[in-house]
Structures are given as C-alpha cells and as structure tokens.
C-alpha cells in the first residue's frame, strides 16, 4: 500500500510516533484502502503535471535518466517497468540533493524550459 508522509525524511510510520492524535485518520484510511473503498487521484494515469509538457518532460527526464521515460496510462505500461510501491519508506536528508542537484535542475529549467 502506497503512503505519503507529510514529512520529508520521515516515514508515516516515524511521523505517527510523533503526532499520536492522528491515528485514528490514518487507520481509517489504511482500512479504506486495504479493502479497495479508497478513492484514488486517477484509476488510470500515472502521473500529470500542470508545468512540463510531454516533450519537455521528455527532454528533462532523458538528459538524468537512461531508460526513456513513460507517463500515460498503467494498463499500457511498458513490460519493462513496473509501479514500485515502498509502504511507509523515509530516505534520510541528501546534502548532494538539497545542495547541489535541485538548485542545478531549476536553473536548468529556468534556462531551457520557463524561456
């Protein structure tokens, strides 16, 4: 079951030990999806963004990443991938990431994309 923490680097799990009052939520929406009442964003897509059309996304995606990159619908997902969900995972705080990478993708993006 896939679960998104409201706080980055700490898992829903982790967030719950620190804010015990909402519990009861949580359990209430864990129930809802594990017996398949949980309404989902899209029963079809993916992903959608409101900024990167699908050719800038592609342009973005393919300069980062080796396998060419795929939004559209889950029935139609390529063979070769698949949709990873990771119940309640937190990655520790990147240095690299906050420090270095996000700051190179915005210029980036405000250079090549938001001309």
């Given amino acids: ?3 998104i923490s409201p ?5 829903v799990e982790d967030y719950l030990k620190l804010a015990p009052e ?4 949580i359990t209430g929406i864990r129930r ?3 017996v398949g009442e ?3 964003p899209s029963t079809s ?3 959608r963004s409101q900024m990167l059309t699908e050719e800038s996304r592609g ?3 393919s300069k980062q990443v080796g396998a060419s990159p795929y939004w559209g619908l889950i029935a139609a997902m390529p063979s070769d991938r698949r949709l ?9 705080t990147d240095v690299d990431v906050d420090g270095i990478w996000w700051p190179e993708l915005k210029a980036w993006i405000d250079e090549t994309l938001l001309r």
Avoid: C, F, T, Y
């Fill in 22 to 25: 909402i519990k009861p939520l």
């Fill in 1 to 3: 079951m896939r679960e």
């Fill in 59 to 61: 342009k973005l995606l």
């Fill in 45 to 47: 897509l993916i992903d």
């Fill in 7 to 11: 706080a980055v680097g700490v898992s």
């Fill in 84 to 92: 990873r969900e990771n119940h309640g995972a937190g990655l520790p």
């Fill in 38 to 40: 949980r309404l989902r």
């Fill in 32 to 34: 809802q999806k594990e």
